[in-house]
């Protein structure tokens, strides 16, 4: 009987000791993890702010495959939410406050835990990459929370790795996203044809893209000094193309809708197109894809027994990259005039 009660006396003294172990635990948690993600910034908030996505990177989904996901009519943006359901009990995630492409403040529910509040920021890096940091925090806890996390190892030990396996995942995702392209033949149509403003140099498949944005930027300046409106997307006339070493001579332009004279020393220049019969391709995708496209395209008017006219070929780029951040969503259009 003795022993019994010492036992049980024992055993109340580490009840209250525990208890006091818990009750002195912080009332507060943070837990944070940053992950480096070679992709604009906005390419991944686009991804993040819309828990449509939210399935294919989790680390909880991934762990359970039997966790039921529902989401509601909004799932994007403020107001945006979900819920799901795992063995532990129901949680449901909101979205709050957001500020583009830079940071979004959430507010997640689960079981009767007491709420917590959830951000992401996205600090975009000189070399085109993203310091995406994700965030969990709370406060007030109470004594069954404290117990449970201390039970549990603590917070940091239950979601740090699912942190950093899911932003693993969700670099993946990214980087797999940005990837996407299609390469379409749209075969015989007709140019409609005009005046543009226009610059020609020469360039190498290793520096034509910083040559075509100085180029750029140098017809922009031009209009703008004497007052000319843009009437279309910039494209770029390949006057030559050496497939062999990769050089090319061209002229980058812009349409104008009248007949612009320019001083004889200027280096920009007023061309004109007329309207012609052309073989179009569109590529939707990186522009470091036009090489496939173009080869494509010849190849068409190979198969097809199609005549080159005199006029150059010459491609359109449709949409702006500054307004679509992602590489998958850029437009550019292939012209070959034929006779």
Same mark, same amino acid.
Request: aromatic share 12%; glycine share 6%.
């Given at each position: 009987?003795?022993?019994?009660?010492?036992?049980?006396?024992?055993?109340?003294?580490?009840?209250?000791?525990?208890?006091?172990?818990?009750?002195?635990?912080?009332?507060?948690?943070?837990?944070?993890?940053?992950?480096?993600?070679?992709?604009?910034?906005?390419?991944?908030?686009?991804?993040?702010?819309?828990?449509?996505?939210? @399935?294919?990177?989790?680390?909880?989904?991934?762990?359970?495959?039997?966790?039921?996901?529902?989401?509601?009519?909004?799932?994007?943006?403020?107001?945006?939410?979900?819920?799901?359901?795992?063995?532990?009990?129901?949680?449901?995630?909101?979205?709050?406050?957001?500020?583009?492409?830079?940071?979004?403040?959430?507010?997640?529910?689960?079981?009767?835990?007491?709420?917590?509040?959830?951000?992401?920021?996205?600090?975009?890096?000189?070399?085109?990459?993203?310091?995406?940091?994700?965030?969990?925090?709370?406060?007030?806890?109470?004594?069954?929370?404290?117990?449970?996390?201390?039970?549990?190892?603590?917070?940091?030990?239950?979601?740090?790795?699912?942190?950093?396996?899911?932003?693993?995942?969700?670099?993946?995702?990214?980087?797999?996203?940005?990837?996407?392209?299609?390469?379409?033949?749209?075969?015989?149509? @007709?140019?409609?044809?005009?005046?543009?403003?226009?610059?020609?140099?020469?360039?190498?498949?290793?520096?034509?893209?910083?040559?075509?944005?100085?180029?750029?930027?140098?017809?922009?300046?031009?209009?703008?000094?004497?007052?000319?409106?843009?009437?279309?997307?910039?494209?770029?006339?390949?006057?030559?193309?050496?497939?062999?070493?990769?050089?090319?001579?061209?002229?980058?332009?812009?349409?104008?809708?009248?007949?612009?004279?320019?001083?004889?020393?200027? @280096?920009?220049?007023?061309?004109?197109?007329?309207?012609?019969?052309?073989?179009?391709?569109?590529?939707?995708?990186?522009?470091?894809?036009?090489?496939?496209?173009?080869?494509?395209?010849?190849?068409?008017?190979?198969?097809?027994?199609? @005549?080159?006219?005199?006029?150059?070929?010459?491609?359109?780029?449709?949409?702006?990259?500054?307004?679509?951040?992602?590489?998958?969503?850029?437009?550019?259009?292939?012209?070959?005039?034929?006779?």
């Amino acid at each position: 009987m003795k022993a019994l009660k010492y036992i049980l006396f024992l055993f109340l003294i580490a009840i209250i000791g525990t208890a006091i172990y818990i009750a002195v635990q912080p009332n507060e948690f943070q837990v944070s993890r940053t992950r480096t993600i070679n992709a604009p910034a906005a390419v991944i908030y686009n991804n993040v702010i819309d828990y449509k996505n939210w @399935e294919a990177w989790s680390s909880w989904a991934e762990a359970d495959p039997e966790m039921k996901i529902t989401l509601p009519e909004q799932t994007n943006g403020i107001g945006g939410s979900y819920t799901w359901e795992d063995k532990d009990g129901i949680g449901t995630m909101k979205t709050i406050e957001t500020v583009a492409n830079t940071s979004i403040n959430q507010q997640m529910q689960f079981a009767d835990f007491p709420p917590s509040d959830i951000t992401w920021e996205f600090k975009p890096n000189d070399d085109g990459s993203t310091e995406a940091t994700w965030s969990i925090s709370g406060k007030d806890l109470p004594f069954g929370f404290k117990a449970f996390a201390t039970f549990m190892g603590g917070m940091e030990k239950q979601i740090a790795p699912h942190y950093e396996r899911s932003l693993e995942k969700l670099d993946s995702i990214v980087q797999e996203n940005m990837k996407v392209y299609n390469v379409k033949i749209n075969g015989e149509t @007709e140019y409609g044809g005009g005046f543009y403003m226009y610059k020609t140099t020469s360039a190498t498949s290793t520096n034509i893209s910083q040559i075509m944005g100085k180029q750029y930027g140098e017809i922009m300046s031009y209009m703008a000094q004497n007052n000319i409106v843009a009437n279309g997307m910039p494209f770029t006339i390949y006057n030559e193309m050496n497939n062999e070493n990769g050089s090319v001579i061209m002229s980058n332009a812009i349409p104008v809708r009248d007949r612009v004279n320019v001083d004889r020393a200027s @280096e920009v220049l007023c061309g004109y197109i007329p309207k012609t019969k052309v073989i179009k391709t569109t590529l939707k995708g990186n522009y470091t894809n036009l090489p496939e496209a173009w080869k494509s395209t010849m190849e068409y008017v190979t198969k097809n027994n199609l @005549e080159q006219s005199n006029l150059k070929p010459f491609e359109i780029y449709t949409n702006d990259p500054g307004d679509f951040p992602n590489p998958a969503d850029w437009i550019t259009e292939i012209y070959i005039p034929i006779k």
